[in-house]
């Protein structure tokens, strides 16, 4: 069984800064594409970033500029790091990834973590 858990969201005023981080675990294989969405109260969920797993990245533009994703592959975990928080972007995040694993044989399939809340407030 795969599991992915986020930690690291909080409440942060405007203009600072978090870092959220997705820790994949059990029989993993290998992990390709990585991925951070965002689910703001009322909208629908939207993707924010992703990292493969030769390192390319990619952006929604509402976060270019302030956000950056990476990947530790020996940890098997992403980090969001996000810069110059404002309103908007609160909103739960979820970690979303590509995995192949081990279970008689190796198996693909895609994960969600539970989500970590973030909050951008004075």
């Known amino acids: 069984q795969v599991q992915l858990v986020e930690s690291g969201g909080g409440l942060v005023q405007p203009g600072g800064s978090l870092r959220l981080s997705c820790v994949a675990s059990g029989n993993i294989f290998s992990i390709n594409a990585m991925a951070w969405y965002r689910q703001a109260p009322g909208k629908e969920r939207e993707l924010v970033a992703t990292?493969?797993?030769?390192?390319?990245?990619n952006y929604a533009d509402s976060v270019k500029g302030r956000f950056t994703v990476s990947r530790d592959n020996t940890k098997n975990t992403a980090y969001l790091q996000m810069n110059s928080l404002k309103p908007e972007d609160t909103a739960v995040y979820y970690c979303?990834?590509?995995?192949?694993?081990?279970?008689?044989?190796?198996?693909?399939?895609?994960?969600w973590g539970q989500g970590t809340q973030v909050a951008v407030a004075s």
């Open positions: 990292i493969i797993s030769g390192g390319t990245t």
């Open positions: 979303n990834a590509d995995i192949v694993y081990i279970t008689n044989g190796r198996r693909r399939g895609t994960y």
